[in-house]
């Protein structure tokens, strides 16, 4: 049997045809984790989908492989994107894989060392904003307003299309949606592209239901929820530090039509579900996504999201992109002579 990618898995629901180049690294398929600990815990019925486990550490190659596919068919002479660092990366691969030219835009200093790492060895262009991600945004914008250039942040509805198969996948391994999906929110892109793709699922009868939409944001870069733009967002999950969401009245849009919300969780909580995850369930997610956990616990403990349901949480990216995040939050290393009886004096004295 051969591998297939998202767009040969799920063709007929996106917009190819036979004369699209596809370009793919097998994205996507990836495992719905059942909960070990946490879900009895709170009493609902918890599965992780782990989209860290994607070619590049995060759930971005899922639309990425259709919209470089799409730019690769128009022949495209180069493909940009602004980033907080996930979106960059797959942009930088999707690129290699498919030989395109890509410039990528991050703020200066404010992203994670992972993801820098990948952009660099891709060997894309890279150019470092002094500024925050709205802002590099913005010049990623009027470059490719001006110039022949592919702008492949979520605005280009080709991300959101390739996005929208983590919710088919969903479907095809529940058998129906679930009772709620718990995202982290940043750009904004990912939970438009969820609720697009229930829906889909929905009018074609693959569920019989819909999912509400939850969303959670990070209180220092939470617009959505305070209704306004933030000019200068800050959080320590740096994926989602973004003060003016391009696809923030679609994802409002989605949160009220399927009777889910957007609310906020702060850095603390976030630091907390971030290490609760990797020593209850044995899985190393990014701060950004351990925000959508954080905001899970915190509504089932309200009982905003309600006990005995099906609840699927989106862990968006790999905890190995932000290294330097994993360290400066835990200190629980001793450090010892190479000696027998240091090393017990410390384990059982
Ligand atoms: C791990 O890479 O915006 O709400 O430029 O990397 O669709 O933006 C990343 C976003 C959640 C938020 N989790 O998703 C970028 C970028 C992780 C992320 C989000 C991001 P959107």
Redesign the pocket.
């Known amino acids: 049997m051969s591998y297939k990618g998202t767009i040969e898995r799920y063709k007929k629901f996106l917009p190819v045809d036979d004369k699209t180049p596809i370009v793919s690294l097998l994205e996507g398929d990836t495992p719905l984790l059942p909960s070990a600990r946490i879900g009895k815990e709170l009493g609902i019925d918890l599965y992780f989908k782990l989209?860290?486990l994607n070619p590049t550490g995060?759930?971005?190659d899922r639309g990425m492989s259709l919209t470089i596919s799409k730019a690769v068919e128009v022949e495209s002479p180069m493909v940009m994107?602004?980033?907080?660092?996930?979106?960059?990366?797959?942009a930088a691969a999707f690129s290699a894989r498919a030989g395109i030219a890509c410039t990528v835009l991050i703020p200066k200093g404010r992203?994670a060392m992972g993801?820098l790492a990948q952009a660099l060895v891709h060997g894309c262009k890279i150019l470092a904003v002094e500024g925050t991600?709205d802002e590099a945004l913005d010049v990623a914008k009027a470059l490719t307003d001006k110039h022949s250039i592919t702008l492949v942040?979520?605005i280009n509805p080709y991300r959101l299309e390739g996005?929208k198969t983590g919710a088919f996948e969903i479907c095809d391994r529940l058998g129906e949606a679930p009772d709620y999906l718990v995202?982290?929110?940043?750009?904004?892109?990912?939970?438009?592209?969820y609720w697009m793709g229930f829906k889909q699922y929905k009018q074609v009868s693959i569920t019989s239901k819909l999912p509400k939409m939850i969303?959670f944001q990070a209180e220092g870069a939470a617009p959505l929820v305070c209704g306004h733009p933030v000019e200068d967002p800050q959080t320590i999950?740096s994926?989602?530090r973004?003060g003016r969401?391009?696809?923030g009245d679609e994802?409002l849009a989605a949160a009220k039509e399927s009777a889910g919300f957007i609310d906020m969780v702060c850095d603390d909580e976030i630091i907390e579900a971030y290490k609760k995850v990797a020593r209850d369930e044995g899985y190393f997610?990014?701060?950004?996504?351990a925000?959508?956990v954080a905001g899970l616990i915190k509504k089932v403990k309200s009982s905003e999201i309600k006990k005995g349901s099906v609840v699927v949480c989106?862990l968006?990216?790999h905890g190995l992109?932000d290294p330097d995040t994993a360290i400066k939050v835990t200190d629980e290393m001793v450090t010892i002579k190479p000696d027998l009886s240091e090393a017990e004096k410390v384990l059982f004295d």
């Open positions: 989209e860290g995060s759930f971005k994107c602004a980033s907080t660092g996930n979106t960059s990366a797959s992203i993801k991600f942040n979520s996005q995202i982290p929110v940043g750009n904004a892109g990912n939970i438009t592209a969303g999950a994926a989602i973004i969401p391009a696809r994802a997610c990014e701060p950004a996504s925000a959508a989106i968006t990216g992109k």
